[in-house]
């Protein structure tokens, strides 16, 4: 006997949309746990050694593994412009994270996974799950988020490069100017893509401006969280 009845919406489409949302939920609730977990390490003193190199690498390689495949689908359903926006991220994020375990860049790791958190989640469910079309919400989380995870990469690198000075306050205000500043520079990025490619990602004045002050929000929460969690004293 079918479960199934004939004109029932229920279908194989519907079947791997679930399934699909299904592996999404599976996903983020892992690389959550890596990013807490990572956390958790810094906070009580231990580096993990190469527990975190390890796992670093193995999340590195399922990001590369599940933003290809986005890519491929959405570029076999006519989205090439999508699937250059997700490559491009993609090439961005990995060199970024080799330059850091290379280089041995001042950045922990459990910030390191909250950025690849964020390109996995623009990629595959903004893009691959086309969110980004189906939900303004979530395009106004992931500028928050986004510019939350790379407003404090973005400072780790910097005083790995240049000495920090200053009060906390102050530097924790640096990263939420920083944070803002990242913000602009994309919403310009979208702008000049939009132009070349002939893209919609920016759709007017009130779309620009709620995803300037998206971004400003997550900016001030880096700043926030730097404060308390990231910064010492000088």
Same mark, same amino acid.
């Given at each position: 006997m079918s479960w199934v009845q004939p004109g029932s919406s229920f279908s194989a489409l519907s079947i791997k949309q679930s399934l699909a949302t299904l592996v999404a939920f599976c996903l983020v609730s892992f690389l959550y746990l890596s990013v807490l977990f990572s956390f958790l390490m810094t906070i009580l003193g231990h580096n993990g050694g190469k527990i975190m190199l390890w796992l670093t690498l193995a999340l590195l390689v399922f990001l590369i593994i599940s933003l290809l495949r986005t890519a491929a689908r959405l570029r076999k359903r006519g989205k090439r412009a999508d699937a250059s926006a997700v490559t491009g991220s *993609?090439?961005?994020?990995?060199?970024?994270? *080799?330059?850091v375990l290379l280089l041995r860049l001042d950045v922990p790791y459990y910030l390191l996974y909250l950025g690849l958190f964020t390109v996995w989640m623009n990629g595959y469910v903004g893009y691959g799950l086309d969110k980004f079309k189906t939900s303004t919400r979530f395009d106004r989380y992931m500028h928050a988020f986004g510019t939350f995870s790379f407003a404090l990469i973005a400072y780790c690198v910097i005083r790995s490069i240049v000495p920090e000075g200053g009060s906390k306050l102050f530097r924790a205000i640096f990263v939420w100017a920083l944070g803002g500043f990242l913000g602009a520079a994309f919403e310009v990025y979208e702008f000049l893509r939009d132009k070349m490619k002939g893209t919609r990602n920016q759709h007017g004045l009130y779309d620009t401006d709620t995803d300037l002050a998206a971004d400003l929000i997550g900016g001030f929460l880096a700043g926030v969280f730097?404060?308390?969690?990231?910064?010492?004293s000088p």
């Open positions: *993609l090439v961005f994020f990995a060199a970024l994270t *080799l330059a730097a404060f308390f969690f990231l910064l010492t």
